[in-house]
Nanobody
Framework: QVQLVESGGGSVQPGGSLRLSCAAS????????IGWFRQAPGKEREGVAC????????YYADSVKGRFTISRDNAKNTVYLQMNSLNPEDTALYYC??????????????????????WGQGTQVTVSS
């Protein structure tokens, strides 16, 4: 069975960095991708980044391009989200999810949360002075 466990969240000052981890079990190439999503109080859950399992290609939300990096360690069955230059707007509960679309040709298709069938419980990231 698929299980996703996030870790690495915490509280940092603006400009700081954090690295989130998503330990995945029961994942196959048929699940297509692992994505990171986040949800702030009163806001909809939004896609942050995604990595395709077959070829490692990555996708990012415009708001985090140049600051966040998604990567994977296949030997450890783990996906990471390196977050640099954090600002208060990055404060949210961060989730990893498995699934994603079978077709990545359409722009932003990777971020459609209904395409992800498996979700972790989330890890909190708080950025404040």
């Amino acid at each position: 069975q698929v299980q996703l466990v996030e870790s690495g969240g915490g509280s940092v000052q603006p400009g700081g960095s954090l690295r989130l981890s998503c330990a995945a079990s029961g994942i196959t190439l048929g699940h297509n991708a692992i994505g990171w999503f986040r949800q702030a109080p009163g806001k909809e859950r939004e896609g942050v980044a995604c990595i395709r399992l077959r070829n490692g290609r990555t996708y990012y939300a415009d708001s985090v391009k140049g600051r966040f990096t998604i990567s994977r360690d296949n030997a450890k069955n783990t996906v990471y989200l390196q977050m640099n230059s954090l600002n208060p707007e990055d404060t949210a509960l961060y989730y990893c999810a498995a699934g994603g679309p079978s077709d990545f040709a359409l722009p932003s298709r990777w971020s459609v949360k209904s395409d992800y069938g498996y979700w972790g419980q989330g890890t909190q990231v708080t950025v404040s002075s």
